[in-house]
C-alpha cells in the first residue's frame, strides 16, 4: 500500500517536471491555450536519500470567491499556507491555500490533492514552507484573460 502512495505522488512529481522540460523544446509560435502555458512555472523533485519533496504547480480556483483580486495584490514569495480541506464538496482529498493576510487564494490540482493527501493524513508526508513562485495579476495578462494566475512552491519532507 505504501509504494502505491508512493508511486502516485511520483508520477504527479514527474508530470509536473515533464512541464518544466517541455518548455525548454517548445517554441514560441507554438500555442495551445491552457496547455502550454506556463509551462516553465511548473516542476516537481523528489529525494529519496532526505525525504525532500518540491512541488511547483498552478493554483485552481483562483476566478472564484474573489480571489482573482486577491492574487491581484500578491508578488512572487509571499508566503502561502496550505491547509488540509477535508470537507470540499468536489474532492475530500482537497488542500486549499491562504495567503499571509488568511484569504483563501485558491486549491491545489486535484491530481495532486489525490496523491499527497494519503501520505499526508497518515502522517508520512509534513509541509515545511510554501510560497507564491509566480504571480500573473489579471490585469497584466491579454483583455480575454479569466483569472489571475498563480504558481506555488510547496516544500515537504517525506517519512517511510
Partial sequence: ??????????????????????????TPEY????????????????DPQTGGIMLRFEAKGTRYDG????????????TITVLRDRE???????FTMVNGRGSNVGNMPMELCN?????????MLVFENAFASFVDPITQRSRHAKQAMLFVELHCRLYL
Wanted: without cysteine; glycine residues 6%.
Fill in 31 to 46: 500555442f495551445e491555450p491552457g496547455m502550454m502555458e506556463y509551462l516553465d512555472k511548473s516542476d516537481g523533485t523528489y
Fill in 67 to 78: 480571489r482573482t483580486e486577491i492574487i491581484e495584490k500578491m508578488k512572487s514569495g509571499d
Fill in 88 to 94: 470540499n464538496p468536489y474532492n475530500s482529498n482537497n
Fill in 1 to 26: 500500500m505504501e509504494d502505491e502512495r508512493l508511486n502516485l505522488l511520483i508520477n504527479e512529481l514527474e508530470k509536473l517536471h515533464h512541464r518544466l522540460e517541455l518548455s525548454q523544446t517548445v
Fill in 115 to 123: 496523491a499527497i493527501a494519503p501520505l499526508y493524513d497518515s502522517g
